[in-house]
T-cell receptor
């Protein structure tokens, strides 16, 4: 069963930062936080993951609270191509992914 | 990242028939997974496909309905048996590419319509 809760949908203006929250209050000490997105029913695309520290890559930043019970995915300059369903997942190494409902991000011009 | 292909990309099938979906990876991987995504829904894990052993099925999924093969470290098949319209979904395979971080990479999916 999914261990995360996310808002159903969010809007963001093109060029602005998109901040997508995720609650994972039952996360265990060794579980990672992963973010994926799915565009037009294509296969989900990996974005970023983290354990405790904040992470940044070329796509996004991941901010994990100190108690690890929530996190925020930040797309610094959203474009229309970032319109997608964003999934936050928690899991162990070699564990299976249980997807929640995700957040539908609508980037508007 | 891993390059994953699935065949067929889409199919329309008749009720009562079976369809086998193939998943091919460009490199050896330990773990392969099969998911189902019903229309307008999120992804649901069907089973974990392990090389050299039987697949491990999630609650609500059984081997008779979704037999899985994993003959080697780069290939797996999922069969959807005795199909009904409720089986109309996108079926996706994924692989665990990075041993240490449990990163999974997904195939493009197979869109199945059952009439």
């Amino acid at each position: 069963d999914a261990k995360t809760t996310q808002p159903t949908s969010m809007d963001c203006a093109e060029g602005r930062a998109a901040n997508l929250p995720c609650n994972h209050s039952t996360i265990s000490g060794n579980e990672y936080v992963y973010w994926y997105r799915q565009i037009h029913s294509q296969g989900p695309q990996y974005i970023i993951h983290g354990l405790k520290n904040n992470e940044t890559n070329e796509m996004a930043s991941l901010i994990i609270t100190e108690d690890r019970k929530s996190s925020t995915l930040i797309l610094p300059h959203a474009t229309l191509r970032d319109t997608a369903v964003y999934y936050c997942i928690v899991g162990y190494n070699f564990n299976k992914f249980y997807f929640g409902s995700g957040t539908k991000l609508n980037v508007k011009p | 990242s891993a390059v994953i292909s699935q065949k067929p990309s889409r199919d329309i099938c008749q009720r009562g028939t079976s369809l086998t979906i193939q998943c091919q990876v460009d490199s050896q991987v330990t773990m392969m997974f099969w998911y189902r995504q019903q229309p307008g829904q999120s992804l649901t894990l069907i089973a974990t496909a392990n090389q050299g052993s039987e697949a491990t099925y999630e609650s609500g999924f059984v081997i008779d309905k979704f037999p899985i093969s994993r003959p080697n470290l780069t290939f797996s098949t999922l069969t959807v048996s005795n199909m009904s319209p409720e089986d109309s979904s996108i079926y996706l395979c994924s692989v665990e590419r990075d041993f240490h971080n449990n990163e999974q990479f997904f195939g493009p999916g197979t869109r199945l319509t059952v009439l």
